[in-house]
């Protein structure tokens, strides 16, 4: 069965930086596409960034370029997303994603009928 688990999420102030964790189990993701995706209140789910494992290549939206950084460690199966200059309208559940595979991302790594398996979710709040 597979899960994916995110963790580090929390409260900061605006300015400040988080990391976030997403740790698969029960498969590895060789040729995937993992994206985390986020919602706020009121809101629809919407894409941050994805990273496609086969090639290492990434995509962003554009409210987190130049802020925000995803990266793989595939010895720990963890997907981290690094989020510096964090702003109010970053507050939301955050979620990690992973397709099937074979997909390379494409068209639309922020189409959430894309991803097959998703995390529970881990709430990032920035204060102003």
């Known amino acids: 069965q597979v899960q994916l688990v995110e963790s580090g999420g929390g409260s900061v102030q605006e300015g400040g930086s988080l990391r976030l964790s997403c740790t698969a189990s029960?498969?590895?993701?060789?040729?995937?596409?993992m994206g985390w995706f986020r919602q706020a209140p009121g809101k629809e789910r919407e894409g941050v960034v994805a990273l496609y494992t086969g090639s290492g290549r990434t995509y962003y939206a554009d409210s987190v370029k130049g802020r925000f950084t995803i990266s793989r460690d595939n010895a720990k199966n963890t997907v981290y997303l690094q989020m510096n200059s964090l702003k109010p309208e970053d507050t939301a559940m955050y979620y990690c994603?992973?397709?099937?595979?074979?997909?390379?991302?494409?068209?639309?790594?922020?189409?959430?009928?894309?991803?097959?398996?998703w995390g529970q979710g881990t709430q990032v709040t920035v204060s102003s």
């Open positions: 994603a992973a397709d099937s595979g074979g997909t390379w991302c494409l068209p639309s790594w922020d189409d959430t009928n894309a991803y097959q398996y």
């Open positions: 029960g498969y590895t993701f060789p040729s995937n596409c």
